[in-house]
């Protein structure tokens, strides 16, 4: 091999990337660019071992693609970009991955130091851009030698680093999991010919790479109730963290929020407590489910003494009114994302049990009582047998229209979100975007344990189509079966229009996105500036109408269309074949 073949910038990116690939990260997402070449190029070089590799040419796509990936199987993607504008790019997804607690790497490649602060071209201050919201942070050393043995102290300083990398991003235990932003200059040559040790283990002429199972630390189960676990998992803590004693005595509600994992049900059900679960929390099922919470808090709230948390409550005023007491305990257990402690007397807690005693059972029973009359029924009533059978052609024909009523019924907003919840099953996943849509599922929706995503970290429309995406991607590895379903409104659909782009030698993942469209963001009608603003500048500046053609959009980027317009036909859309991307555009009243 002919040393001009040789690069510093390489050598030193095949270590990296190869250093984590033995630690266990198996996705990387890619967007194109010059001074970060080397980074890519190892990359694709794993994809024929095993690797995941996830082209995008916006890299807030790709920062968003990676945070799907990284929700849906707690291990971190790594993604790679070039210098300047497209590390900016990615702050959005970090500020997401901070807040709601998601493994995320950031391999960011920039210019040399004597290139930063004289105009050079691409060429900004990427050091520590990240810096309140990451877990771990780096500006490495501009590689200065080839490495033909893989055993210079370059290589090694670059393996300690991905490995510090991997266990930051996954919580180290004095931190949640989160992202974490290696910054790596290179200076020219930017490429060259791989070293012959960077192939991984399924080629024999590789040593044993020591992989480290970070599964096996993401998804760890067991039976003490703490936040953060994979979906619908929950995390087992060192032997030595004694859990958080609840006694019987105080007149006590689960509240389950963003990411809280089915271990706010289970706490529920162990101490016969009344169950507050958001729609986005992953714990809305069990016997002591409180439907249509919003009005029984109304109710029973302040009766309240003590709120046990899970997770991260976002989508009702309720709930964060109750949260913000002064008089009630607040005993928040320690999750993915940010601490809650909106009363300033919070009491965070590592993990919870249940102490024995008897149960309080009048107290369960005003909660179950006032559920059972808020709960709202949106199946469609069953059909009329013996009238549909009948010898009397007038009720066959009444029966008969009843039916074709309830097929051809108009679809608005709940039954939207109805019929996407009923399609959706514990094999499938299902996103929920931040719009007006994921507050009627909230308001709605009854009790079924199926897998939900939400990034309710920041609660922003960015990123929605990308990140469901990634979950996508991640959730139908290796031929599992399920679909993902994002429900999601017209804006934040078209804030993110771009990840709709797939490379042509991507495999395309089954994923519907079924846009709820009322041409505006109608959001703003129940907040208090509806009320304040004049119409102009209500619809100017909040409601933003717009008159985009969605089902154009779709055909430009390839993907297959539908416009149901009964629950009959919204029905059969989502219980059919799904062979790949499906855009389903319901049309809403606003």
Same mark, same amino acid.
């Given at each position: 091999?002919?040393?001009?073949?040789?690069?510093?910038?390489?050598?030193?990116?095949?270590?990296?990337?190869?250093?984590?690939?033995d630690?266990?990260?198996?996705?990387?997402?890619?967007?194109?660019?010059?001074?970060?070449?080397a980074?890519?190029?190892?990359?694709?070089?794993?994809?024929?071992?095993?690797?995941?590799?996830?082209?995008?040419?916006?890299?807030?796509?790709?920062?968003?693609?990676?945070?799907?990936?990284?929700?849906?199987?707690?291990?971190?993607?790594?993604?790679?970009?070039?210098?300047?504008?497209?590390?900016?790019?990615?702050?959005?997804?970090?500020l997401?991955?901070?807040?709601?607690?998601?493994?995320?790497?950031?391999?960011?490649?920039?210019?040399?130091?004597?290139?930063?602060?004289?105009?050079?071209?691409?060429?900004?201050?990427?050091?520590?851009?990240?810096?309140?919201?990451?877990?771990?942070?780096?500006?490495?050393?501009?590689p200065?030698?080839?490495?033909?043995?893989?055993?210079?102290?370059?290589?090694?300083?670059?393996?300690?680093?991905?490995?510090?990398?991997?266990?930051?991003?996954?919580?180290?235990?004095?931190?949640?999991?989160g992202?974490?932003?290696?910054?790596?200059?290179?200076?020219?040559?930017?490429?060259?010919?791989?070293?012959?040790?960077?192939?991984?283990?399924?080629?024999?002429?590789?040593?044993?790479?020591?992989?480290?199972?970070?599964?096996?630390?993401?998804?760890?189960?067991g039976?003490?109730?703490?936040?953060?676990?994979?979906i619908?998992?929950?995390?087992?803590?060192?032997?030595?963290?004694?859990?958080?004693?609840?006694?019987?005595?105080?007149?006590?509600?689960?509240?389950?929020?963003?990411?809280?994992?089915?271990?706010?049900?289970?706490?529920?059900?162990?101490g016969?407590?009344?169950?507050?679960?958001?729609?986005?929390?992953?714990?809305?099922?069990?016997?002591?489910?409180?439907?249509?919470?919003?009005?029984?808090?109304?109710?029973?709230?302040?009766?309240?003494?003590?709120?046990?948390?899970?997770?991260?409550?976002?989508?009702?005023?309720?709930?964060?009114? +109750?949260?913000?007491?002064?008089?009630?305990?607040?005993?928040a257990?320690?999750?993915?994302?940010?601490?809650?402690?909106?009363?300033?007397?919070?009491?965070?807690?590592?993990?919870?049990?249940?102490?024995?005693?008897?149960?309080?059972?009048?107290?369960?029973?005003?909660?179950?009582?006032?559920?059972?009359?808020?709960?709202?029924?949106?199946?469609?009533?069953?059909?009329?047998?013996?009238?549909?059978?009948?010898?009397?052609?007038?009720?066959?024909?009444?029966?008969?229209?009843?039916?074709?009523g309830?097929?051809?019924?108009?679809?608005d907003?709940?039954?939207l979100?109805?019929?996407?919840?009923?399609?959706?099953w514990?094999?499938?996943?299902?996103?929920?975007?931040?719009?007006? +849509?994921?507050?009627?599922?909230?308001?709605?929706?009854?009790g079924?344990?199926?897998?939900?995503?939400a990034?309710?970290?920041?609660?922003?429309?960015?990123?929605?189509?990308?990140?469901?995406?990634?979950?996508?991607?991640?959730?139908?590895?290796?031929?599992?079966?399920?679909?993902?379903r994002?429900?999601?409104?017209?804006?934040?659909?078209?804030?993110?229009?771009?990840?709709?782009?797939?490379?042509?030698?991507?495999?395309?993942?089954?994923?519907?996105?079924?846009?709820g469209?009322?041409?505006?963001?109608?959001?703003?009608?129940?907040?208090?500036?509806?009320?304040?603003?004049?119409?102009?500048?209500?619809?100017?500046?909040?409601?933003?109408?717009?008159?985009?053609?969605?089902?154009?959009?779709?055909?430009?980027?390839?993907?297959?269309?539908?416009?149901?317009?009964?629950?009959?036909? +919204?029905?059969?859309?989502?219980?059919?074949?799904?062979?790949?991307?499906?855009?389903?555009?319901?049309?809403?009243?606003?």
């Amino acid at each position: 091999m002919a040393e001009a073949k040789r690069s510093p910038a390489t050598d030193a990116a095949a270590a990296l990337v190869r250093a984590l690939f033995d630690r266990g990260i198996r996705h990387f997402v890619v967007s194109p660019g010059s001074r970060s070449q080397a980074l890519a190029l190892a990359a694709a070089e794993l994809e024929k071992h095993g690797a995941a590799l996830h082209v995008r040419i916006d890299e807030r796509v790709a920062g968003f693609t990676a945070l799907g990936i990284g929700r849906e199987l707690r291990v971190p993607a790594a993604v790679i970009c070039t210098s300047g504008t497209a590390v900016a790019n990615l702050l959005p997804a970090v500020l997401e991955a901070h807040h709601a607690g998601v493994p995320l790497l950031l391999l960011t490649a920039d210019r040399p130091p004597e290139l930063r602060g004289i105009g050079a071209n691409q060429a900004t201050r990427q050091v520590g851009i990240f810096a309140p919201n990451v877990r771990y942070e780096a500006d490495l050393p501009v590689p200065d030698e080839t490495d033909a043995a893989g055993t210079s102290s370059q290589t090694m300083m670059l393996r300690d680093v991905a490995g510090a990398a991997v266990t930051a991003a996954l919580g180290d235990g004095a931190w949640a999991a989160g992202p974490v932003h290696l910054n790596l200059p290179y200076r020219e040559p930017l490429a060259g010919v791989l070293p012959e040790w960077f192939r991984p283990a399924s080629d024999p002429k590789s040593p044993e790479p020591n992989i480290a199972d970070v599964e096996d630390v993401a998804n760890a189960s067991g039976a003490l109730y703490q936040g953060g676990g994979g979906i619908g998992e929950v995390c087992e803590l060192d032997g030595a963290v004694e859990p958080f004693s609840l006694s019987r005595g105080p007149r006590t509600i689960v509240i389950a929020g963003a990411d809280a994992t089915s271990a706010a049900e289970q706490l529920a059900h162990d101490g016969s407590w009344p169950l507050v679960a958001e729609i986005v929390s992953g714990s809305r099922f069990g016997r002591y489910l409180v439907h249509g919470y919003r009005d029984v808090l109304r109710q029973l709230g302040g009766n309240v003494e003590r709120a046990v948390v899970f997770g991260h409550p976002t989508l009702s005023r309720e709930v964060v009114a +109750l949260l913000s007491r002064d008089d009630v305990e607040v005993i928040a257990v320690r999750g993915p994302g940010e601490p809650l402690n909106l009363n300033g007397a919070t009491v965070a807690a590592e993990s919870v049990a249940v102490r024995a005693g008897d149960a309080d059972r009048e107290w369960l029973g005003q909660w179950m009582r006032a559920s059972r009359a808020a709960s709202v029924d949106l199946a469609p009533p069953a059909p009329d047998a013996d009238a549909l059978s009948s010898a009397e052609p007038r009720e066959r024909l009444g029966a008969i229209a009843a039916e074709l009523g309830v097929i051809r019924a108009p679809l608005d907003r709940a039954a939207l979100v109805d019929a996407v919840w009923r399609a959706t099953w514990p094999h499938d996943r299902l996103m929920f975007g931040s719009s007006r +849509l994921v507050r009627v599922a909230d308001t709605v929706l009854a009790g079924k344990k199926v897998p939900v995503h939400a990034n309710r970290g920041l609660a922003g429309i960015d990123g929605t189509v990308a990140t469901a995406m990634g979950i996508a991607l991640a959730s139908q590895i290796a031929g599992s079966p399920g679909v993902t379903r994002a429900v999601l409104g017209d804006l934040a659909f078209l804030y993110d229009v771009g990840a709709l782009l797939l490379p042509l030698q991507e495999p395309a993942p089954r994923l519907q996105l079924i846009v709820g469209n009322d041409r505006g963001g109608t959001i703003f009608d129940g907040l208090e500036v509806a009320s304040v603003a004049s119409d102009a500048a209500f619809s100017r500046v909040q409601y933003t109408p717009h008159n985009a053609n969605l089902e154009q959009l779709a055909a430009a980027y390839g993907w297959e269309f539908h416009r149901p317009k009964t629950r009959g036909e +919204l029905d059969q859309v989502l219980t059919g074949h799904v062979a790949g991307r499906q855009l389903i555009e319901v049309t809403l009243e606003r």
